[in-house]
């Protein structure tokens, strides 16, 4: 994935509007500072800015990569879909849905230091009892993992991330 994406709208917490760029680290990786400088980041698909923290920077990442690397309608794909789940609410990151807008993959961020692992695919599969996408995909800005999911004998294959339907 091509990250992150320098036309990433950031602002200050309190200011007008300001077009903002990653920060460089002192180590010249390209994150932005979470704690000294209270931020909100432009969501694209709600409209609206969003507080700016470690996972939401890989959503909002993730969100363009889909976008503009990958060619998915940003009005195919919901932030924060909710679903229920053993009668609990539960958030889907990002869901993104195919042109009868029908459920079609499921896209689970974590921020960078979260590995992708058997713990994070679960958390994947739990939601996909609910909605019944064929696709899963899961990342911390740095791993990505797409995931196809077998209907039939309830079984998950790595794919490349499949073209939008």
Not at 91 to 109: A, F, G, L, Q, S
Request: net charge positive; aromatic share 8%.
């Amino acid at each position: 994935m091509k990250a992150p994406y320098t036309d990433i709208q950031v602002r200050e917490i309190g200011c007008r509007r300001t077009a903002g760029t990653p920060f460089p680290s002192s180590t010249g990786a390209w994150v932005p500072s979470w704690a000294n400088n209270p931020r909100e980041i432009l969501d694209p698909v709600r409209r609206r800015w969003v507080a700016l923290t470690p996972e939401e920077w890989v959503r909002q990442n993730t969100i363009l990569f889909l976008h503009k690397q990958c060619g998915y309608p940003l009005e195919l794909m919901q932030v924060e879909a909710a679903i229920t789940l053993n009668g609990l609410t539960r958030r889907c990151d990002i869901v993104v849905y195919d042109k009868n807008v029908h459920p079609w993959m499921i896209v689970e961020c974590k921020k960078e230091e979260v590995a992708i692992n058997q713990k994070v695919i679960d958390q994947a599969c739990r939601y996909n009892l609910v909605l019944q996408v064929p696709y899963l995909f899961l990342t911390n800005g740095r791993q990505q993992l797409c995931l196809h999911v077998d209907t039939k004998t309830q079984s998950l294959s790595q794919v490349n991330l499949p073209q939008h339907e």
